[in-house]
């Protein structure tokens, strides 16, 4: 006997609820972006803020805000990997350094050529848009790690403070720094919520990104080797997925420096190829002496700020050390901060290579977060004018490297 027209009714309309009705991964998905709104529209104004001034200060300088957005420095070589492959050698007249296109990671390149092939509205424009998108993502990542270990409150500051960096217009740029920051920190968020091959293809992605993005792998590693000393402390079965993730998470870095010895005929032609730039691994040699003469000498503002930035990091470390950040937090952050200190050259790009290292931040979230409101109003008034100003010194007036 069949239904009768109400039943039939009431069946059509239960399908009809389940239909519009999201599955369970995409309602959480949009609680999680809904609570991280406030977080995201702070990242978002701030930035915007330093788009406009440098924007207003380029044109006064008679200088196009695409092309000092967009190619500048490291910019420029990424468009032109992105339009014309790798294979581009620069001998430059005022040094002895040779700069081959091969320092430079594939991922952002090849994104931009995809991208434009799809919208061709311009490789700078492509670049721009794909910053200004991963930078927001970033954004949203760093609030998901500060509100997983602390709650909201501390995700909203630790992205605030991570946009009022004094080199945060970085983050604005056609640079890999907002791309790999955002697989970074979802990463790392994958790691804390054991979401093993997440956390693992992420890592891949960073690692295809930039020399320092070996540091997600890093604290991919660490956190499935310390997941699996606790299953076997525990006496619970181990976790496959956590053996796959370390043993993948380095893979994107390798499969590059792989590709370049491949190209170069030498196994270790990465290496070579940065150290024709002037780029090599002394321990920390070069940055030591590079403090020493700037308190024993003079030089510009831009080398003062960058060895304060600099110091200012090693000291946050030292207190995430002591405050007992997790372990995948702590390798992450000291695989950067070795990376960054430990190279020669480019001393003023040292705080760019620093800036994805958010968890230092998190000690002083932590502290702002128990400070009333109008200190709070206070301080980080105080850090947008000296970041807002400092990035359009930076990016339009100085002549120091990014």
Known sequence: MGDSPMQASSTLKQRFVMRLDPPPQQRRWRSALQKALPALALFTAVRLTGVIMATLWSVHLGKHPRTVLGLEWD??????????????????????????????????????????????????????????????????????????????????????????????????????????????????????????????????????????????????????????????????????????????????????????????????????????????FDFGRFTAHTLKHLVVGHDTLVMYVTAAIVLGFLLLFVFCVLNGMSLPLLAYCAVLIVMAVGGTHFFTSKPRFLLPAFPLLIPLALHLARSRLRTIVVLFTALACVSLFYGTYLLTVSDRAL
């Open 75 to 280: 910019g420029h070589w990424y468009w032109h990997i992105s339009q014309y492959g790798y294979g581009l050698i620069v001998h430059p007249s005022w040094s002895h350094s040779v700069f081959s296109d091969l320092a430079f990671f594939p991922l952002f390149p090849g994104l931009i050529h995809a991208v434009n092939t799809v919208l061709p509205i311009g490789p700078v424009n492509v670049a721009l848009l794909i910053a200004w998108t991963a930078a927001l993502v970033a954004a949203w990542g760093v609030y998901a790690v500060g509100e997983r270990l602390h709650g909201r409150r501390v995700g909203i500051i630790l992205v605030a403070l991570w946009a009022l960096l004094p080199h945060a217009i970085i983050l604005t740029m056609a640079y890999t720094e907002p791309l790999m920051t955002a697989f970074a920190a979802w990463s790392l968020y994958a790691v804390l919520t054991r979401r093993w091959l997440t956390a693992a293809t992420l890592a891949v992605l960073a690692g295809l990104c930039r020399p320092n993005g070996l540091a997600v792998a890093a604290a991919v590693a660490v956190g499935a080797v310390a997941h699996l000393w606790q299953l076997r402390r525990t006496g619970l079965p181990t976790a496959p997925r956590a053996w796959t993730a370390a043993a993948v998470a380095p893979l994107g870095w390798l499969g590059y420096i792989g590709y370049v010895g491949l190209k170069t005929h030498n196994p270790l032609g990465y290496f070579h190829v940065q150290s024709m730039w002037g780029s090599r």
